[in-house]
């Protein structure tokens, strides 16, 4: 039995803990309570994890200090939706607790979960019972009365499984969303396996591999080896001008947090990067908050490698070399000057080109790709926010289970993050309409805060699996419409919802209706549906627009 751990061995036992959640992620996303297609708990907290785990990969850390500090960073700026936000808070406590540690004992090791609870409890506004936060209290409360028993870090780890799992049971009768569905909490569930993980891993059980689906196999398909001197696939390199010379400290770690081979070359007004990486559009995005891009070239590895097996002809990508510069700036486009700071800038998430365009109309500096099924990381947001001209930025997350990763922002950058906690896109749109760039921050906050909650949002989507709530049958593949968050109908036709929707309006005397249709929805099949809010509400001015967006059928404001 392992009574202490060291940083070898706790890094081995995040990386079981990750693949673990990683392979029973689709398991996890099951669990989620509404049927409507967002059950991604299972994939943000793999995702969450997964970046703490690409980190550790790389590097040999010799403490459990170093394993949690780099666990612990990674995973806040990888955080992905409310779970994986309150999962990268328990590994934050834990990494707090083992500072300055070289190992760690049942003790320390308890001691580092209570710590990781409290973590995660301070950041919550109003914590539930119920959920991974009741999980994780319990069993780093049963780790406790463990290691007062046996100071064994492998005992203290069976002792908290098995009281998490207790509870875990519990959560159906703890929470009445959970109690009406059946099932217990996803984000439990998904904390309990990674723990399971790291205690399989202890007990020196074999890593399971992982498919590029997170499935497990029981053994390599040689098939799908290749490419093994390989890491990342595109070879990237381009150039930056500057205004000064920025400090590109940040920028070298966060490159070497994405790819390898990395050389910045500096120059008085430039610099010149090259980089393997698997994402070269982050690359790309994240050197433009030191200047201006003046030329890029992003090649294909694999690609170049089955043309070189072949005996194709390839070109390299360090062919970009420093001396395609003349006079100073590369082609004949002469360098532009950096814009000054303006005082406000905006950044709003949402998904479907319509809806993009809608925000931009507005004013938003930033669009990030996001909503259901694609909530995006902590990193993700903070680069847009780096990216906008603004000394304050105004975050609209436009999702309930985005705004959390967005308020992980908040002390990460020298600008003032300001969230909007919008739940819909509707909100964020009437947010924006609320802005007066004549007012300060907190006007502007105020004004935005108010407007967001002064519409009424409807959406209609489908049923991803069959499941009962609030008394409904419902069946997968069936028409579901939301209103205000919480079902409204089920049926098996989108027009009857819409009469039943229309109804609310006109009991309501709506003013405004904005009608935004999905991906799927055909332009003249959309003017039909919306006409029957013209028809009940022939004084309201009814706007039926391209939306674009995944997963809605349609989004309906009402103010």
Not at 385 to 408: G, H, W, Y
């Amino acid at each position: 039995m392992h009574d202490t751990i060291t940083g070898a061995v706790f890094k081995e036992m995040l990386l079981f803990g990750a693949v673990s959640v990683t392979a029973a992620k689709q398991s996890v996303n099951d669990l989620n309570v509404f049927p409507v297609p967002d059950g991604d708990t299972g994939t943000n907290m793999s995702l969450t994890i997964q970046t703490a785990a690409a980190e550790l990969k790389k590097k040999e850390p010799s403490t459990v200090e170093e394993v949690s500090s780099i666990a612990a960073n990674a995973m806040l700026r990888g955080a992905r939706g409310n779970s994986g936000v309150i999962l990268s808070l328990l590994f934050r406590g834990i990494s707090k607790s083992f500072k300055g540690l070289y190992e760690a004992d049942g003790c320390m090791f308890a001691a580092a979960l209570q710590e990781g609870v409290a973590a995660a409890y301070n950041a919550v506004m109003k914590p539930a019972e119920g959920t991974i936060l009741t999980v994780s209290r319990l069993a780093a409360d049963a780790a406790m009365h463990a290691a007062e028993e046996n100071n064994s870090v492998e005992y203290v780890l069976e002792h908290a499984i098995r009281q998490g799992e207790e509870t875990l049971k519990e959560t159906v009768n703890m929470n009445p969303v959970l109690k009406r569905a059946g099932v217990v909490d996803a984000g439990g569930k998904g904390f309990l396996i990674i723990l399971s993980g790291m205690l399989s891993s202890l007990r020196g059980e074999k890593l399971p591999e992982l498919n590029e689906n997170g499935e497990t196999r029981d053994k390599a398909d040689f098939a799908q080896v290749g490419d093994e001197d390989i890491t990342f696939t595109f070879d990237t390199v381009f150039i930056v001008r500057t205004k000064g010379n920025p400090d590109l400290k940040p920028y070298r770690e966060y490159l070497n947090s994405i790819g390898d081979s990395i050389v910045i070359s500096e120059g008085d007004d430039m610099f010149k990067v090259h980089v393997h990486t698997d994402i070269p559009g982050d690359a790309l995005n994240a050197a433009q908050q030191y200047g201006i891009l003046e030329v890029a070239k992003v090649e294909n590895m694999r690609i170049q490698q089955e043309d070189m097996a072949a005996g194709r002809k390839t070109i390299s990508a360090d062919e970009l070399e420093d001396n395609d510069m003349v006079d100073g700036y590369v082609g004949s486009a002469a360098p532009a000057e950096l814009e000054e700071r303006k005082p406000y800038g905006f950044i709003a998430v949402c998904a479907g080109d319509g809806l993009a365009a809608v925000f931009r109309d507005m004013g938003v500096d930033g669009v990030i790709s996001g909503g259901q099924t694609m909530n995006p990381s902590t990193e993700s947001i903070l680069r847009e926010i780096e990216r906008a001209n603004a000394d304050t930025v105004f975050v609209l997350p436009n999702n309930k289970n985005i705004i959390m990763a967005a308020q992980q922002c908040v002390g990460l950058t020298d600008k003032n993050i300001v969230v909007i906690p919008t739940v819909t896109l509707p909100q964020g749109i009437s947010a924006m309409m609320a802005v007066d760039l004549d007012g300060d921050a907190a006007s502007i906050e105020a004004a935005m805060l108010d407007a967001a909650q002064h519409v009424t949002t409807a959406q209609i989507t489908y049923a991803a699996r069959d499941s009962e709530f609030d008394g409904a049958e419902i069946h997968e593949g069936d028409f579901l419409a939301l209103l205000g968050g919480k079902l409204f109908g089920v049926d098996k036709s989108i027009s009857v919802l819409l009469e039943k929707l229309s109804d609310v309006a006109k009991e309501q005397n709506v003013e405004f209706i904005n009608v935004f249709y999905g991906e799927d929805v055909d332009p003249a099949e959309a003017e039909h549906d919306a006409s029957c809010f013209s028809e009940k509400l022939p004084s309201a001015e009814v706007s039926v627009l391209s939306g674009g967006q995944p997963v809605y059928y349609y989004i309906i404001s009402f103010e």
